[in-house]
């Protein structure tokens, strides 16, 4: 097979396997009263050492300030989170989980590894560690 060919089924199939994954973590999310991009933004926020402001967490998320809006305002409403004033720039509103976004966060974690489970179930565990670090090896945000 030709390199074009198999950079081509590769890319198809880290895709298809990629819906997969969504699929399955998009089920359980939905279990918890989760929307996808509200269960996303609560996995960033759980990721972040400190609050983050809204255009950091949308610059996080990969997504334009305005859209961070209506999903902090739903899991602000949920109880899942709260807005705080940052005491370094009063104009600012920090982003801070509460106690029951963070049990929400482990919650979906759980949901994330099972999925993965499911997903990669084929595979020895030797084979799960080889694909792990081949997959930091070529993800920008492990290999800079």
Known sequence: ???????ERLGGLFLRLAKSAHVLQ???????GLTPAQARALSVLGRCETPPRMAEL????????RAVTPIVDALEDAGLLRRE????NRRSTLLELTRDGRKMCKRLAGIRARAAAQLFAPLTAEQRQTLLELLEKVDPATTG
Request: a negative charge; one cysteine or more; aromatic letters at 0%.
């Open 1 to 7: 097979m030709d390199a074009g060919g198999e950079e």
């Open 26 to 32: 998009r089920c359980g999310a939905g279990d918890l």
């Open 58 to 65: 949308a610059e996080l998320l990969h997504v334009v300030p």
């Open 85 to 88: 004033v940052d005491p370094g």
